[in-house]
């Protein structure tokens, strides 16, 4: 593995190249995204592709990049640029990307502002709330998570977060009626530590869970765009904006083992099925699904 860095407007890029550049069997290199996680939650996935040479980065702000915009707030279009930058970076031409959750969200900024940047794209549960039927009860479960947060600190908005993403079906009256989740429920702190600057739970995570997809431009891309979901996942919030995305691209959605990050190994506290996950994504890659 080789750790690179790559100054770029507003930040300090730091991405790892596992592999031959260029590759040693004349495939793209694989791309492997997220947000608001960094580049060590793919080392499980990473492990079952070793045929293939695998990047990986973190974004701008998490782990070993560091901002120097001055900014906080995680804007896909932004991360999108970022990602063409270690595209260019690297010189291989187009990329494969597997993506997920928020990273998910910023590949489809990246094929809809670099089409030519990307071969196939597999994104993960993109949490594209905009595209739900219920779409504004959904903004209104995610303030939820991010009033709770505010409040009372990290405990409070991640048990409300877990209770938005668990959720079946519709955010409907019986949601918002419900009492707030318990922390304890979920082996969670109820002591606040007075931090607020949590990626995931605070203001900073409103321009991904709000971002609108440019429909038509993805449809126009020479992307191949491959939506998936987790087994696991099925009737949740991130599953539907799944189902839903993939609709209004015309394309069948692939099902995936496991849960939201069912492609992580025991680092993550939360594993899922790494060595299954990986199967299914290189049938996927390699067009047989």
């Given amino acids: 593995m080789r750790t690179h860095q790559l100054e770029t407007p507003g930040a300090t890029l730091t ?13 793209p290199p694989l791309l492997m995204i997220g947000l608001p996680m960094d580049a060590t939650g793919f080392t499980a ?9 695998v990047i990986t ?14 900014q906080v707030d995680n804007v ?7 990602v063409h930058a270690v595209i260019e970076a690297i010189d291989s031409g187009p990329v494969e990307i597997f993506a997920s959750s928020g990273g998910a ?51 409070a908005g991640m048990a409300a977060f877990i209770a938005m993403t668990s959720w079946q079906g519709e ?17 969670l702190p109820a002591q606040d530590d007075g931090s607020r600057d949590d990626p995931l739970l605070s203001q900073r995570s409103r321009p991904v869970v709000g971002y609108r997809p440019d ?5 126009a891309a020479p992307t191949r765009i491959v939506i998936g979901y987790g087994e696991e996942s099925t009737g949740t919030v991130t599953a539907r904006t799944s189902l839903a995305v993939a609709e209004r691209l015309g394309h069948k959605p692939v099902l995936f083992p496991s849960h939201h990050g069912g492609f992580t ?8 099925q790494p060595e299954a996950f990986a199967i299914v994504l290189h049938e996927v890659l390699d067009g047989i699904s």
């Fill in 265 to 272: 190994g025991p680092e993550s506290g939360y594993p899922g």
């Fill in 171 to 187: 955010f409907t009256d019986d949601y918002f009626a419900a009492p707030a989740a318990d922390p304890a429920q979920f082996g």
């Fill in 215 to 219: 429909i038509a431009a993805l449809t």
């Fill in 57 to 70: 980065d973190d974004p701008r702000g998490l782990g070993r990049s560091v901002r120097t915009d001055g």
């Fill in 15 to 27: 991405y790892d190249v596992n592999g031959a550049l260029p590759t040693a069997d004349g495939r």
């Fill in 105 to 155: 969200i910023v590949a489809l900024a990246l094929v809809t502002a670099h089409p030519d940047d990307v071969t196939t794209l597999v994104a993960h549960e993109p949490p594209l709330l905009s595209v739900l039927p219920d779409a504004a009860a959904a903004d209104r479960a995610a303030d939820g998570y991010r009033a709770g947060y505010t409040a009372n600190g990290f405990g």
């Fill in 45 to 53: 996935l990473a492990a079952h592709f070793p045929d293939r040479t």
């Fill in 76 to 82: 896909p279009a932004v991360h999108a640029d970022d």
